[in-house]
């Protein structure tokens, strides 16, 4: 994992002035005139004037965020979800066709179903796991392509040069969730992806303490985008921004120890399966037995902090070791300092029949777990006393 190279500063001079981001949270910075109040409103000129237009905390994460995933740019949004609909909407129009991925977050997927189509937006589901169907629907033209890897809660891992080049040979716009591995675990940029989106509100927030989004790529695309964010109003917030600067200096750290730990977790879960004991199967990508084990050494920098198990006996039984847990926190989200535990048929996945669930690789009993801080000898301590084998 390389350095994180934000904020960096060099060993011949010492740093002067505040080492925190000012915080800036005025709605309205007086202008010298009406000439420059002109040339803010016909974006002619861009800096303090109306923060929906662009603020100087939101600029800084975003720089921060296009240097780590050497993109051109970046722009930040009020949360994931409106970083998605942005990136769909602000580039695609009535008539357009929309290749979504089965296998995609749960919020992308009702936004495929109950959004899109009434803008005119014609949407086609695919697996992202079988290049092939995507071949087949790029037959027809097709304005974007939107994947997510690895994908929410099985951390199958798609196979992103190859997407990606399809996508280039039919002229669509290539656009990956990248949320569960953050730039240092995964850079999808550099594999041919002509967007990417992560839900800063999880690892790149990494605290539990903010809501955000970000999308990151091209002048070319963010241009667009930008334009239908400044309309829309879905811009991050001044203090949002400046958690996420805050949070960003110890992104390495963080995902250095999470992924160790999970990496521990998920081999002591395998154990638990060899032995026929009460878990009947583990998703984590580092594991040997994983089926996309060789695409994930290849594509990523990591195979990320995430850990998904199937306990033995269904949705009852693992609503019970859900229950159990003491040190595992219970909630909806993931990437915090703390461990969480979800259930997605519960969650993510909640408005998908228990078949369609199926269909997709996530079991009733499935538990997904987002590793923490604490060490790996606690929480699975803690995993195994909710299990019932201490």
């Not at 026929?276 to 990523?300: K, T, W």
Request: a negative charge; proline letters at 5%; aromatic letters at 4%.
């Amino acid at each position: 994992m390389s350095s994180y190279p934000y904020g960096s500063r060099s060993a011949s001079k010492a740093p002067l002035g505040p080492l925190a981001p000012l915080l800036d949270r005025a709605s309205t910075h007086a202008a010298e005139s009406a000439a420059a109040i002109a040339a803010f409103g016909k974006r002619e000129q861009f800096g303090d004037f109306y923060p929906r237009l662009g603020h100087r905390n939101g600029m800084e994460f975003e720089s921060a965020i296009a240097e780590l995933e050497q993109a051109d740019g970046a722009l930040g949004f009020s949360s994931g979800i409106a970083a998605m609909h942005a990136a769909i909407l602000g580039l695609c129009s009535a008539g357009d066709r929309v290749l979504i991925a089965r296998q995609i977050y749960g919020g992308t997927s009702n936004l495929a179903k109950e959004i899109l189509p009434r803008f005119g937006i014609e949407v086609e589901r695919f697996s992202s796991l079988d290049p092939a169907q995507l071949e087949a629907a790029l037959s027809k033209p097709t304005r974007m392509v939107v994947v997510e890897t690895p994908i929410n809660p099985t951390l199958r891992i798609v196979d992103l040069r190859r997407i990606s080049r399809l996508c280039r040979e039919a002229g669509a716009i290539s656009v990956v969730d990248s949320t569960f591995a953050p730039p240092l675990q995964q850079r999808c940029l550099g594999l041919g992806v002509d967007l990417v989106m992560h839900s800063a509100t999880k690892f790149l927030g990494g605290h539990s303490d903010v809501l955000a989004g970000v999308l990151a790529g091209s002048h070319a695309l963010l241009g667009e985008i930008e334009s239908f964010r400044v309309r829309t109003g879905a811009i991050l917030s001044a203090d949002s921004a400046w958690l996420l600067c805050r949070s960003l200096h110890t992104l390495e750290l963080r995902l250095r120890a999470q992924q160790e730990a999970a990496g521990q977790i998920a081999q002591d879960l395998q154990s638990l399966v060899t032995a026929g004991g009460p878990v009947r199967s583990v998703n984590y990508p580092g594991l040997a037995e994983h089926p996309d084990h060789a695409l994930a050494r290849e594509q990523m920098q990591g195979f990320g902090a995430l850990v998904t198990f199937e306990v033995d006996g269904g949705l009852e039984s693992a609503m019970r070791c859900f229950d159990r847990l003491r040190l595992v926190a219970r909630g909806p989200s993931l990437g915090g300092v703390e461990s969480l535990a979800s259930l997605p048929a519960h969650t993510t996945h909640a408005s998908l029949s228990p078949e369609e669930r199926a269909a997709e690789g996530i079991a009733e009993g499935h538990m997904r777990v987002s590793v923490g801080l604490e060490g790996a000898e606690l929480i699975m301590a803690d995993l195994r006393q909710a299990l019932g084998l201490s």
